[in-house]
């Protein structure tokens, strides 16, 4: 089984609907990520989580939010989705033990989302 | 800020070498090196932390100049295997998260 799942792998919506992403691990990581990934910009951090009080907005946070249910679980939501974020969404882990940021991150096989 | 990745691509023959720079306008900590085959998640490479290290993955090997912001990942002796496109994650001497470049593709031909 693989350690960072997400579901779904793919939703086609239309604009306006609420959408929830969601990615579950058993790697016991403290440290949960959303990327969206477009073409020719890479990757881009929409939100992270150290732990599950820590919740924190990385560069592109505008128009998403996050919750953090339980260690293994970080959901993402689009409260009204719109085309423009239209992308492939991955989730990723990384297990810190140093307190910096210097660890492998383990992503997820990723969400392809099309806003209509 | 993202780092700068280049180039943003790059056409080898099998057997051939290649260089793909990633600079940043920050003081880093580290550089992260992933991997992104067509369709899949970004698989992890390699890490450089401060101090000028280098560290290889097969024949893929890295190094990380900190006074300069830059790192560079070296393909060697490429094989088909190694198509696919390249992200450096920088992180900053003040951040605890990652940057992503834009990524280099890289395509291997027989």
């Known amino acids: 089984d693989a350690d960072v799942t997400q579901t779904p792998r793919n939703r086609i919506t239309k604009t306006g609907k609420r959408i929830m992403l969601e990615c579950s691990q058993t790697k016991g990581h403290d440290r949960m990520y959303w990327y969206r990934q477009d073409p020719g910009l890479g990757l881009r951090l929409i939100y992270y989580?150290?732990?599950?009080?820590?919740?924190n907005k990385g560069e592109i946070s505008d128009g998403y939010s996050v919750s953090r249910q339980a260690q293994a679980k970080f959901s993402l939501s689009l409260e009204s989705a719109i085309p423009n974020q239209t992308a492939l969404y991955f989730c990723a882990t990384s297990d810190s033990t140093s307190g910096r940021e210097a660890d492998t991150q383990y992503f997820g096989p990723g969400t392809r989302l099309t806003v209509l | 800020q993202q780092p700068v990745q280049s180039p943003q691509a790059v056409i080898l023959r099998e057997g051939e070498d290649a260089v793909i720079n990633c600079s940043s306008s920050k003081a880093l900590y580290s550089v992260h090196w992933y991997r992104q085959k067509h369709g899949e998640a970004p698989v992890f490479l390699m890490i450089?932390?401060?101090?000028?290290e280098q560290k290889g993955h097969e024949k893929i090997s890295a190094s990380f100049n900190e006074k300069k912001q830059q790192s560079s990942l070296y393909l060697t002796a490429s094989q088909l295997s190694y198509s696919g496109t390249y992200f450096c994650g920088t992180e900053g001497a003040d951040d605890y998260k990652l940057s992503f470049g834009a990524g280099t593709t890289v395509t291997v031909r027989a």
């Open positions: 989580s150290f732990d599950v009080k820590d919740i």
């Open positions: 450089l932390l401060k101090g000028g």
